[in-house]
């Protein structure tokens, strides 16, 4: 059974500063991997999204990169701003056809002004 | 564009009442369709996913059911709420490429 793990829980940052989130997944046969954004009482936005033959995606200040065979992707945030404040949640891909995500539990990130 | 909607944005139940949340999918057709719960403390887990018009799979055992009616419909049912049916539901949406989109989600708290 896939499991996986986001660390920190909870991350409080200055404004300004370049931070990385970590994901781990255990099962290495995923589909892809996708990053999302969660604010206060919403729904879910999709930030990036990794297929398994790639190694990183790139979308304005954010970048992911995956590692299959270790079971590991980091999210880097860079010059992070107070409207990044959310959570950060990671999800894998079980299978080629479908979009049955096994989701992390978060990082909370918290960016002070 | 694809839109997905939610409703309600919230909802407060008594215990062993009757619960029925509502998804619909607009400006695409034949979507495999998700309902997915936030639990307090916990994270995002599927609950059902749906291939087709009456194709349910369920991926954990619990209170609730799902069914749906139309291709662009999907509907999240209890007979009888349980305190910890309580959470966040998020109803999603792909076509079977790898990327998934989520409604606004719907707070449910059983009292």
């Known amino acids: 059974k896939q499991e996986v793990t986001q660390i920190p829980a909870a991350l409080s940052v200055p404004e300004g500063e370049n931070l990385v989130l970590n994901c781990s997944f255990t099962?290495?046969?995923?589909?892809?991997l996708q990053w999302f954004r969660q604010d206060p009482g919403k729904g879910l936005t999709s930030l990036l999204l990794?297929?398994?033959?790639?190694r990183e995606q790139t979308s304005g200040r954010l970048n992911a990169s995956l590692d299959k065979s270790s079971g590991r992707s980091t999210l880097y945030i860079a010059a992070s701003q107070p409207g990044d404040s959310a959570t950060y949640l990671c999800?894998?891909?079980?299978?080629?056809?479908?979009?049955?995500?096994?989701f992390g539990g978060g990082t909370r990130l918290m960016v002070k002004p | 564009s694809q839109t997905i909607h939610q409703w309600p944005a919230t909802l407060v139940q008594p215990v062993g009442s009757p619960l029925s949340l509502e998804c619909t999918v607009e400006?695409?057709?034949?979507?495999?369709l998700y309902w997915y719960r936030q639990a307090a403390g916990r994270g995002l887990q599927l609950l059902f996913y749906?291939?087709?018009?009456?194709?349910i799979s369920s991926e954990v055992p619990q209170n609730l059911s799902a069914s749906r009616p139309q291709d662009r419909q999907f509907i999240l049912s209890s007979k009888k709420l349980l305190l910890s049916d309580s959470g966040f539901y998020l109803c999603?949406?792909?076509?079977?490429?790898?990327?998934?989109?989520f409604g606004q989600g719907t707070r449910l708290t059983v009292v």
């Open positions: 099962d290495s046969a995923i589909y892809n």
């Open positions: 999800a894998v891909s079980r299978y080629t056809a479908g979009n049955m995500l096994t």
């Open positions: 999603a949406w792909g076509t079977g490429g790898p990327e998934a989109f």
């Open positions: 400006g695409t057709s034949n979507p495999n």
């Open positions: 990794i297929q398994s033959s790639q």
């Open positions: 749906s291939v087709g018009i009456g194709q």
